[in-house]
């Protein structure tokens, strides 16, 4: 003799009533959780503005180490889905934190060198300051810093190579 149990019509009902309200819950978590659209965890970006898409956020949290010993904040109650930051080259970590805290994401700043010399005018374009120096057929004869977006007058009336390198504060 097998002996079967009967669910009961009552049992069935509230066992699809706790499956809705799971389901439901689940949905609401998800509608409601930090989302980023860019920039991506391990990014590379180039230049020194970021600019973060973000949904569901009230705020970031970014920082040049991953345990966060000293973050900066920025507040996102003007505009929550975008927002640009001018940052230095780096490695940075930064989370978003809304309703839910979202995880630990990561993105690099590469130095960027750049010169390039127009109409007597030497201008560094990359995204750090440059250490240049003037090298003509009597020797080097100068050294310069440009910082970053900035221009510096030069004479072409010789022959002068212009080198530059990183400059490290």
Do not use: C
Request: glycine share 8%; proline share 5%; aromatic share 8%.
């Amino acid at each position: 003799m097998k002996n079967k149990k009967k669910i009961s019509r009552t049992s069935k009902v509230v066992i699809a009533v706790q499956l809705i309200i799971v389901v439901i819950a689940f949905g609401l978590v998800l509608m409601f959780w930090p989302r980023t659209d860019y920039p991506r965890n391990g990014a590379v970006i180039h230049g020194r503005v970021v600019d973060f898409e973000i949904k569901n956020a009230d705020f970031i949290i970014i920082d040049d180490n991953p345990d966060f010993t000293s973050p900066s904040r920025i507040d996102l109650t003007d505009d929550k889905n975008k927002i640009r930051v001018m940052l230095e080259p780096g490695t940075y970590y930064w989370k978003i934190i809304g309703i839910f805290e979202g995880g630990i994401q990561k993105f690099v700043i590469p130095s960027e060198v750049g010169l390039k010399l127009n109409d007597s005018i030497l201008e560094n374009t990359g995204n750090v300051p440059v250490n240049v120096s003037k090298q003509s057929d009597s020797g080097i004869s100068g050294l310069i810093i440009i910082d970053v977006s900035m221009e510096h007058p030069v004479d072409e009336k010789e022959k002068t190579i212009y080198r530059g390198e990183e400059y490290e504060r």
